[in-house]
């Protein structure tokens, strides 16, 4: 009886409280919208008003629960530039009674520069303020304006509707744009159709969203722009500072781009004279591309440089002949000039570098990018002009496998970079085990690694002194303490390849009672990562990166010793996304491991995921696995 009137009270007293109230209190949100979700954004406005087609104002206002210490959703980052500043922020932290605790300060606001490490020229900054509270849930309202030019208008601002593990009670977004001004849009997992009306000599587009569920980031889940509410926004003309351009297309924006690096390709005569030493006795297009490439590698050095317009429009080659350095575009542009010099016609690539937030498609064109490479058409030949390592005609696994902007005399042109498949990507170990019978051992690898499974290694030797190479392979490897005899990387000149090879005395190889000696066979390039188990798949599997590992494990049996178990022979286990081989068998006085495994990249449907985790488990108990020695009889 008492607890249904404290009930009643309860429900009286959340009924009295006003509507808009209720978005600070963590009671009055719905279960469902609760399932699965760290943080609830409760109220979300946000405001894009074009005023021509170089300027623009943003206002960005959320009322957001937190639910938990799993999010992450309390900071609120804000990049600005020069061209771009942010006019106002206020923040207000409310408990878990919907009660205000306090209004945040001003100086709890950090500002910080963006330049990165390698950079020596970069204006971009960030807003950075992080609210916490004491005891979850509680609630924070965050508001901020923005003026914005140049780069940052142009890039239109886009709608992030929904991170993972987070639902939605309701969003909007509105665009304020005038009358005779185009842009595009793109909805992408939401119905995206726009509230339209007219005022004087403006049009206003609305979009609006309400109780979007949570969605979980699952292992070998989809990308975010596959199954959550994104809005994507773009110019039709645009303007940064004297030059004018449309994204109508990717045709028309590429037409723009070679605005910006019109006359940016000439060189010094002396420098074309030097070039043309260089390939003189050449006997092909490819043999010229690759001495060129290499003399971009040794003598210009990668520097990030991203001054107003300049995120976009190269320096020009002769600045760069001079100061020996430059960024993505203006290294690209070098090679360019130095590669036209001796009448070889590339093209810059637009490209997004790194994880893909985003494919670019033909129906919408957007400067989703990054970074900027070469492509030499007459070859079909890929140059990365910052990698001061890489061999030419190879993108790297950041590249690889997705749509880039070919900017083409003509104008612009979509294209796909090459992908790297499991074939591409192989990492073969060939181990020899010197097991002595105290269980200590002699270890001697030799690795050959392709494609994306040799990056590493080749960062590695160009990167790290000799002291910082032997902790970082005492770092990566499971084996027990052991100390390095010998260590050396490889990388070939022309080919995405590398050797690797080492030798190590590790103390406690195999574990030691009484006459016997328990001996991991794989102990080297094992693999332990299981998926854990869900209770519901919802979403498809993806996996991304493609590989092919072949080892051999030579175990030298000491002598006074013989083999008493070994758990599995022979085995083959498979799954969609590849399979798994081993073969373990005596050769003489050596026992021998064949070991193989193939994945590829893909999506798979969700109800396959339950028999992939299985496969990893399978693999990790097999890859883990101990033979046993014992003592022959005398």
């Known amino acids: 009886m008492k607890k249904s009137i404290f009930v009643i009270l309860l429900l009286t007293s959340f009924s009295n409280i006003p509507l808009f109230s209720q978005l600070y209190y963590p009671a009055a949100i719905d279960d469902k919208l609760k399932e699965d979700a760290n943080s609830v954004i409760r109220h979300?406005?946000?405001?894009?008003?074009?005023?021509?087609t170089s300027e623009g104002t943003y206002h960005f206002k959320q009322i957001i629960t937190i639910l938990n210490k799993k999010s992450s959703d309390n900071v609120l980052y804000i990049p600005y530039d020069k061209d771009s500043k942010v006019t106002e922020i206020k923040a207000t932290l409310y408990n878990n009674f919907g009660q205000k605790v306090r209004k945040i300060k001003p100086?709890?606001?950090?500002?910080?520069?963006?330049?990165?490490?390698?950079?020596?020229?970069?204006?971009?900054?960030?807003?950075?303020?992080?609210?916490?509270?004491?005891?979850?849930?509680?609630t924070v309202e965050f508001e901020y304006e923005m003026n914005l030019k140049g780069m940052s208008f142009i890039n239109f601002k886009d709608w992030y509707i929904q991170g993972f593990s987070q639902s939605v009670e309701y969003g909007k977004?509105?665009?304020?744009?005038?009358?005779?001004?185009?842009?595009?849009?793109?909805?992408?997992?939401?119905?995206?159709?726009?509230?339209v009306r007219e005022e004087k000599n403006k049009q206003i587009y609305l979009w609006e969203v309400k109780d979007l569920m949570a969605m979980e980031r699952e292992p070998y889940g989809p990308r975010r722009f596959d199954v959550l509410p994104v809005l994507w926004l773009?110019?039709?003309?645009?303007?940064?500072?004297?030059?004018?351009?449309?994204?109508?297309?990717?045709?028309?924006?590429?037409?723009?781009?070679?605005?910006?690096?019109?006359?940016?390709?000439?060189?010094?005569?002396?420098?074309?004279?030097?070039?043309?030493?260089?390939?003189?006795?050449?006997?092909?297009?490819?043999?010229?591309?690759?001495?060129?490439?290499?003399?971009?590698?040794?003598?210009?050095?990668?520097?990030?440089?991203?001054?107003?317009?300049?995120?976009w429009q190269p320096f020009d080659a002769t600045y760069v002949s001079e100061k020996k350095y430059g960024d993505c575009k203006a290294l690209s542009n070098f090679m360019k000039a130095i590669l036209k010099a001796v009448d070889i016609e590339s093209y810059p690539v637009l490209i997004a570098n790194g994880n893909l937030d985003y494919e670019v498609t033909e129906d919408f064109t957007t400067p989703r990018f990054n970074h900027m490479v070469l492509h030499v058409p007459s070859e079909d030949y890929w140059l990365e002009c910052t990698s001061p390592n890489f061999p030419p005609n190879y993108l790297g696994s950041r590249n690889s496998d997705r749509n880039v902007m070919l900017v083409t005399p003509d104008g612009g042109k979509l294209v796909k970079t090459p992908s790297l498949k499991a074939e591409d990507n192989q990492d073969n170990h060939k181990s020899v085990i010197l097991l002595k019978p105290?269980?200590?051992?002699e270890v001697a690898v030799d690795i050959y690694a392709s494609g994306s499974s040799h990056e590493?290694?080749?960062?590695?030797?160009?990167?790290?002194?000799?002291?910082?190479?032997?902790?970082?392979?005492?770092?990566?490897?499971?084996?027990?303490?052991?100390t390095i005899q010998a260590f050396s990387i490889e990388p070939s000149k022309m080919k995405p390849e590398v050797k690797v090879h080492y030798n190590l005395m590790v103390s406690r190889y195999a574990a030691k009672a009484g006459k016997r000696l328990f001996v991991p066979l794989n102990a080297i390039n094992n693999w332990d990562y299981i998926p854990p188990a869900l209770k519901e798949r919802k979403h498809h599997v993806f996996r991304e990166n493609a590989f092919w590992d072949r080892d051999e494990i030579i175990l030298d049996i000491p002598e006074g010793y013989q083999i008493e178990s070994v758990p599995v022979e022979e085995k083959r286990v498979e799954a969609p996304i590849g399979y798994y081989d081993v073969k373990v068998f005596q050769r003489g006085k050596q026992l021998v491991m064949n070991r193989e495994i193939k994945l590829e990249s893909g999506e798979y449907p969700a109800n396959e995921y339950e028999g992939i985790r299985q496969f990893f488990k399978e693999v990790s108990k097999l890859d883990a696995m101990k033979v046993v020695l014992v003592e022959k009889k005398t």
């Not at 979300?44 to 021509?52: G, L, Y």
Request: aromatic share 14%; net charge negative; hydrophobic share 30%.
């Open 44 to 52: 979300e406005e946000v405001f894009f008003k074009v005023k021509s």
């Open 107 to 138: 100086s709890e606001v950090k500002d910080y520069s963006a330049i990165q490490d390698f950079s020596i020229y970069q204006d971009d900054r960030f807003k950075y303020l992080e609210v916490k509270h004491g005891s979850f849930p509680y």
């Open 173 to 195: 977004y509105q665009l304020e744009i005038p009358k005779d001004q185009e842009f595009h849009y793109e909805a992408l997992n939401f119905d995206g159709t726009p509230k």
């Open 234 to 311: 773009s110019p039709g003309e645009f303007r940064i500072d004297q030059y004018k351009g449309t994204m109508n297309n990717w045709n028309e924006f590429g037409q723009f781009m070679n605005k910006l690096i019109a006359d940016r390709d000439e060189l010094p005569s002396t420098l074309v004279t030097e070039v043309k030493s260089l390939v003189a006795h050449a006997k092909t297009d490819q043999e010229k591309i690759d001495l060129l490439y290499n003399y971009l590698q040794e003598n210009m050095r990668y520097v990030s440089v991203q001054l107003g317009i300049g995120g």
């Open 438 to 441: 105290d269980g200590s051992a």
């Open 456 to 482: 590493t290694y080749r960062g590695i030797q160009s990167g790290l002194s000799n002291e910082e190479k032997e902790k970082w392979l005492t770092k990566i490897s499971d084996l027990p303490s052991f």
